[in-house]
């Protein structure tokens, strides 16, 4: 048993919910007792879906448990089939529904129903959300796409985009724009927006860009396999990214490299002046695999920042992650549980974090700002606006998106010289952030702005770590005066100067920290 | 109870028919009570035994409070744990002692059983005696279950308090001991309001279940008389009659009229004359019918059709039919207690179809059918039902918001007026949602 609080991914049949939810014509029924429907208000509430899920659940009880579960799921079967008159069907088993062992593929085979039927074998109490996604569409694409005729200009499929994906829908949009400005057509986009017929046309393609590796990948090994498509590997997220993407497309395809850069202002936003104070800004970043590898180029090589920690939650993109974090000279962290998280930010003593939503209440609680690059999300990341964080639109918004979190550099010139300002004291916060609105009380769980003070549920499992100082053996004590004089410098970098000092102390032997030594290692660590 | 109300028929809808399907149902399991139960019991902490699904449900459906340092957690088994039982009792001490360790502030801890607990049959109740002569007397453990399987939604509270009846010391006598409990977690200023005017027509003894602290347990006996204010608690209603408590019926306390019955209930019980109790309720009783027309301008004469969710669904609709002046089309639950709601059924006057149970395709085409001018379903149907054009109130926000007695009346019919004014408020063209992917 794991005692857990935080979830980032759902169950593996949710996976399964989000290649339904995305496709149409399509229908999933799925083996689960009542209550497993509060999945469904994950697509009509956080992403405002005007339809219900394509889902039908058997809905069994306690009194069903025994002989008859069988049958209800071969009635459900029926009347979801009758009623809704899908093209292909998916069935499968939810946690409760493997332990009672129904075989809905081996009943639903046995119906003989007039479409496709895919059974989905999904491991409840293994895998996870991605596996279950990944794995779903996987079965659905080796069922029905088949070697066809290519079509006669270049093309390709857009490979994982889903229902509840972090910012899939302005994804889609964005690169299908920029691989037609390189003449190439979108063949299928799959599963967002494909029909099962549409499936198996799949091979009619010149080669397949896998977009989300997360949702999308077992696809295209199965594909490139059987039906001799060639997948991309690069992440088209960031300027450097989205070039070597366009490479990429053009060396698969046989067409020529072009990239219309008119409307990118990421490099010059960059370059400009106001910028400068970016320089070196320590940021963390977690959340899925494919999401922080990108980022964390992005955020060393476009924004100039210092990548001080990295990882991810889905264990499938450990390898991949851990090479990136190799080459920026960190560890890579690959754990699905918060409270190492955040004793890894708690250590590292960021500027500016890059998560996810719980990267964001972990950030509020520490007092670090934190902007959202990856799922698990809440509505407000699934936004009217266009969003797009893959191509040109993508990095123009990937350069707001994580620079809108941080004090703004003049703001924090005039914040560092006039430190004792009572308007600029360390609870008034940065002004453009509403930091001066009254607070909130956690309880009343108000919209508002937020002391830092918040508990989070770190209170059980794992140990609690002792403040932000990851010294080692060596205990150092802050004299008083040197607490005061910490005091005074502005809340956005105390934790760097903290944490910095005390490196500086111990390494030299120190067990006090005075004035002196704060100043000393100030001197030590400028840049 | 006073001119401004319709007369009821006598009988109402107490002999109506009732439309019973069973097929799929689009439903929160009784795991979801979690969510304002633990806030109700600070010293407590919900310990789910159960699948990543628990724990997927329990922070969807707590939404940001997951972030608020909650006392509920999953324990999510994993495939050893299927493997073979007795490694599951050991593994579940062992997060116990690991959770207590670190909580020492918990008085009492609840296992709380799902789907796949029931299933592979791992028992709860005997964990929670085992843990309990460990961790005795500083915590007490109990178990209860909020399956899918077994529980619907608020169902999960009512399994919850009648896993802490049996448990309750005995009682006093009547009528020496004339004590009144009052069953059901209501948000603490609603509670205070309530002890307010009990206090004033002379019920000086007042117990609630749950009791916010373990420390202050309440004997049960035959000195006690048991008021509900949810419908949802039949089982734990039977449980305290089991020890000798007898039971106040009244109407659920939503709206004036339910409220003042609800007194009016318990005043008869204890012996006290009606005139004390209109006394003393007098000034918030018109208070709340003030609010109530105000609130309700919007509502009259609108038809309104209840989606199965919490069973609070018969008192809701009797309040709005009778008080706002709306028409019940459908008014479902999902489980109907004769027993519980006889004073709203009788009060609700025949004419729309009670349900019971849910077939949600089928539902769906009768609520097409009828077209009504408000829906009040859950979160997974609203926004459908919105792109459809229907008008909804999500029903959950009315298990999550103060709504009971006298001055939450107008905050309870403005609930249901905010949608449609809001619809009349847009001027935003028809609001066809854009084509999604």
Redesign the interface.
């Known amino acids: 048993?794991?005692?857990?609080?935080?979830?980032y991914?759902?169950?593996p049949?949710?996976g399964a919910m989000r290649v339904a939810t995305?496709m149409r014509d399509l229908h999933y029924v799925l083996h689960a007792?009542?209550?497993?429907?509060?999945?469904?208000?994950?697509f009509?509430?956080i992403e405002?879906?005007?339809?219900?899920p394509p889902v039908?659940?058997?809905?069994?009880?306690?009194r069903?448990?025994g002989a008859d579960t069988a049958d209800l799921f071969r009635r459900?079967c029926q009347?979801a089939y009758e009623?809704f008159r899908p093209e292909a069907m998916i069935v499968g088993a939810?946690?409760?529904a493997e332990?009672?062992q129904d075989d809905p593929g081996g009943i639903a085979e046995r119906m003989g129903l007039p479409v496709p039927v895919i059974a989905l074998d999904l491991p409840?109490?293994?895998r996870?959300e991605n596996f279950g996604a990944d794995e779903t569409f996987y079965r659905i694409a080796r069922a029905l796409a088949r070697p066809c005729e290519k079509t006669a200009r270049p093309s390709v499929n857009l490979i994982g985009?889903t229902a509840l994906g972090f910012r899939?829908?302005d994804d889609?949009t964005e690169l299908t724009a920029l691989l037609s400005d390189m003449g190439v057509e979108v063949n299928v986009?799959a599963p967002?927006?494909a029909t099962p017929s549409d499936i198996t046309r799949l091979g009619a393609a010149h080669a397949n860009v896998l977009m989300y590796p997360e949702t999308g990948e077992s696809a295209c090994r199965w594909m490139e396999r059987d039906l001799g498509l060639p997948f991309t590997k690069s992440i088209p997220i960031g300027v450097g990214g989205v070039r070597d993407f366009v490479a990429e497309v053009a060396d698969l395809l046989g067409v020529a490299p072009g990239l219309d850069t008119d409307r990118l202002r990421l490099p010059w936003y960059s370059a400009s002046v106001d910028s400068t104070y970016l320089t070196g800004k320590r940021v963390f970043l977690f959340g899925d695999g494919t999401h922080v590898r990108a980022m964390a180029r992005v955020a060393r090589d476009e924004m100039g920042f210092e990548v001080a920690g990295m990882g991810c939650y889905n264990r499938e993109q450990a390898r991949a992650v851990r090479a990136v974090a190799t080459e920026m000279g960190v560890e890579a962290l690959i754990t699905d549980d918060y409270l190492e998280v955040e004793a890894a930010i708690e250590a590292a003593a960021p500027e500016l974090i890059l998560g996810t939503q719980m990267e964001r209440?972990i950030g509020?609680r520490l007092g670090i700002p934190c902007a959202v690059i990856s799922a698990p999300v809440?509505v407000q990341d699934f936004p009217a606006r266009y969003a797009p964080v893959m191509g040109i639109e993508g990095a123009n918004v990937l350069f707001d998106t994580l620079v809108h979190p941080l004090v703004m550099g003049l703001e924090e010139h005039l914040l560092t010289m006039f430190r004792a300002d009572p308007e600029f004291h360390d609870a008034a916060g940065p002004s453009h952030h509403g930091g001066h609105a009254p607070l909130v009380a956690?309880?009343e769980?108000g919209a508002g702005p937020r002391a830092p003070v918040?508990?989070?549920?770190r209170?059980?499992?794992a140990k609690k770590t002792e403040g932000g100082g990851a010294t080692g053996a060596i205990e150092v004590v802050w004299l008083a005066a040197a607490e005061r004089e910490l005091k005074k410098i502005p809340f956005f970098v105390r934790g760097k100067a903290k944490r910095n000092t005390e490196a500086f102390a111990a390494a030299r032997g120190e067990t006090e920290i005075s004035v002196d030594t704060l100043y000393e290692a100030k001197a030590h660590y400028a840049r | 109870m006073t001119e401004r109300f319709a007369q009821a028929s006598g009988q109402g809808c107490r002999n109506a028919p009732v439309l019973k399907q069973r097929g799929q149902h689009e439903v929160f399991c009784g795991l979801t009570s979690i969510v304002w139960l633990h806030r109700k019991m600070p010293d407590a902490f919900f310990l789910v035994v159960g699948s990543r699904t628990c724990a997927h449900l329990l922070q969807s459906a707590a939404g940001v409070m997951i972030f608020a340092e909650p006392r509920f957690a999953t324990a999510i088994l994993e495939e050893t744990d299927l493997a073979g039982l007795a490694d599951a009792h050991e593994e579940l001490d062992r997060v116990v002692h690991e959770l207590l360790a670190r909580r020492p502030d918990i008085r009492r801890l609840f296992l709380v059983g799902s789907c796949p607990s029931e299933v592979i049959k791992l028992d709860l109740a005997v964990a929670a005696e085992r843990l309990t002569a460990v961790h005795a007397p500083q915590v007490r453990v109990q178990s209860y279950s909020g399956s899918g399987i077994e529980t619907t939604f608020t169902q999960g509270e009512d399994t919850c308090l009648a896993a802490m009846v049996p448990d309750l010391p005995a009682g006093p006598e009547w009528p020496e001991a004339r004590e009144l409990i009052v069953a059901g977690a209501l948000p603490d200023v609603v509670e205070d309001q309530m002890r307010d005017l009990l206090a004033k027509i002379g019920i000086e003894t007042v117990h609630v279940l749950p009791a916010a602290r373990e420390a202050t347990r309440f004997g049960v006996g035959p000195g006690s008389r048991v008021a509900l204010v949810q419908p949802f608690l039949g089982d734990t209603l039977a449980a305290l009659e089991r020890r000798g408590a007898r039971h106040v019926a009244a109407p659920m306390p939503f709206g004036a009229e339910g409220t003042t019955a609800w007194f009016h209930a318990i005043a008869e019980a204890f012996g006290i004359p009606p005139e004390v109790v209109d006394r003393a309720v007098a000034a918030p009783k018109a208070r709340a019918e003030r609010a109530v027309a105000q609130a309700a301008e919007a509502l009259r004469g609108r038809s309104v059709f209840f989606f199965p969710d919490s069973q609070l669904e018969v008192p809701l609709a009797r309040f709005l039919t009778r008080e706002c002046g709306m028409e019940a089309v459908e008014v479902g639950t999902p489980f109907l207690h004769r027993q519980v709601l006889d004073g709203d059924l009788a009060l609700l006057d025949e004419g729309p179809t009670l349900s019971e149970g849910q077939d949600v395709d089928l539902q769906l085409d009768r609520v097409r059918a009828a077209r009504p001018d408000l829906t009040v379903c859950g979160l997974g149907l609203a926004n459908p039902l919105e792109a459809e054009g229907l008008s909804t109130k999500w029903s959950i926000e009315l298990v999550f918001t103060p709504v009971h007695f006298y001055e939450q009346a107008g905050d309870l019919a403005g609930l249901f007026s905010r949608p449609l004014r809001r619809r009349d408020a847009l001027k935003v063209g028809a609001a066809q949602p854009p084509a999604m992917p």
Request: proline share 6%.
């Open positions: 048993m794991k005692l857990t609080v935080w979830t991914e759902g169950p049949h949710v995305a007792p009542q209550g497993d429907t509060y999945a469904d208000l994950l009509t509430m405002r879906r005007d339809h219900r039908t659940y058997t809905t069994f009880k306690e069903d448990l459900s009347a009623r939810s946690c409760t332990l009672i409840s109490y293994q996870k985009p899939h829908r889609v986009c967002m927006g209440h509020k809440h956690a309880e769980g918040a508990e989070s549920p209170d059980i499992s």
